[in-house]
């Protein structure tokens, strides 16, 4: 199956297509995600069945928020379909 080329909105690199985001943040982007304090940010899954979970990558604290920043930019980070983590530009979220 072939999906159509994603650009990422931050970087305006590559980002991996999807049919479901069609403007989310590339891989590389997301590893930059921080928070309004600049302490960089991890996100992963609750479990193999889903779920959303962010922590401090420095202390391994969790972080009760899906909001963090990528250069500069506010973004939302959730739990993709079927597993993994979306990010996108806050201001661009509709629902
Ligand atoms: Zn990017």
Redesign the pocket.
């Known amino acids: 199956m072939n999906l159509p080329e994603q650009?990422?909105?931050?970087?305006?690199?590559p980002?991996e297509p999807s049919i479901r985001f069609l403007h989310w943040?590339?891989?590389?982007?997301?590893r930059?995600a921080v928070d309004e304090n600049g302490r960089p940010l991890g996100f992963g899954n609750e479990s193999f069945s889903g779920g959303f979970v962010a922590w401090y990558k420095d202390t391994n604290e969790t972080r009760d928020s899906h909001i963090c920043y990528?250069n500069g930019i506010k973004c939302w980070a959730g739990e993709a379909h079927m597993g993994g983590i979306a990010i996108h530009i806050y201001d661009q979220i509709r629902n």
């Open positions: 650009t990422c909105p931050i970087c305006g690199g980002a943040v590339c891989f590389e982007c997301c930059k990528i």
